[in-house]
T-cell receptor
Framework: DAMVIQNPRYQVTQFGKPVTLSCSQT?????MYWYQQKSSQAPKLLFH???????NEADTPDNFQSRRPNTSFCFLDIRSPGLGDAAMYLC?????????????FGPGTRLTVT | GQNIDQPTEMTATEGAIVQINCTYQ??????LFWYQQHAGEAPTFLSY??LDGLEEKGRFSSFLSRSKGYSYLLLKELQMKDSASYLC??????????WGAGTKLIIKP
């Protein structure tokens, strides 16, 4: 089945220790998104890619970086995680950014910062 | 500014009908989405409305009024597995999704 895969599902890191979350997709979708979601809050868009075009949200901290080496893979790097970065990180894809294109989500990576 | 408002929590009884309301303010409008999110899981797509009116999909229906900036999700014949958060999201003129915080629906036997 075509899908969005995130690894790992659970990640524990220490305060200030760099961490990388990964996402892969077999849907061959052009658009990939990274969201941060905290408990009982709306998903917050961090970045999105349209093909290789990178789009950074204005309020995404510099501490967060992303890479998309090819269509299938996308990475979220947190250079110096703080306690406030503990959250669920969701990767999503869509065939296009426009109109009725729905977003398909991976299962998420729950990040704990100790 | 852009904003999505929906109730924080609702409770309903198994077998009953529940309506979850959403009001939106977006810069431009390119449709309104509803997603279901079970606790600890990723959101899954339920419905999309871009024209006024009711879209029915099995036990779930979604309604849109663009003039009122209003949508609702109607769930019929509630089942225990419908206990989840329901997120409303509007797509703005830049095709970005503006998300609500979700409505937690609790189903009681």
């Amino acid at each position: 089945d075509a899908m969005v895969i995130q690894n790992p599902r659970y990640q524990v890191t220490q305060f200030g220790k760099p961490v990388t979350l990964s996402c892969s997709q077999t849907l061959n979708h052009n658009v990939m998104y990274w969201y941060q979601q905290k408990s009982s809050q709306a998903p917050k868009l961090l970045f999105h890619y349209y093909d290789k075009d990178f789009n950074n949200e204005a309020d995404t901290p510099d501490n967060f970086q992303s890479r998309r080496p090819n269509t299938s893979f996308c990475f979220l790097d947190i250079r110096s995680p703080g306690l406030g970065d503990a959250a669920m990180y969701l990767c999503a894809t869509s065939s296009s950014a426009s109109g009725s294109s729905e977003q398909y989500f991976g299962p998420g990576t729950r990040l704990t910062v100790t | 500014g852009q904003n999505i408002d929906q109730p924080t929590e609702m409770t309903a009884t198994e077998g009953a009908i529940v309506q979850i309301n959403c009001t939106y303010q977006t810069s431009g409008f390119n449709g309104l989405f509803w997603y279901q999110q079970h606790a600890g899981e990723a959101p899954t797509f339920l419905s999309y409305n871009v024209l006024d009116g009711l879209e029915e999909k099995g036990r779930f229906s979604s309604f849109l009024s663009r003039s009122k900036g209003y949508s609702y999700l109607l769930l019929k014949e509630l089942q225990m597995k419908d206990s989840a958060s329901y997120l409303c999201a509007g797509k703005d003129s830049n095709y970005q999704l503006i998300w609500g915080a979700g409505t937690k629906l609790i189903i009681k036997p």
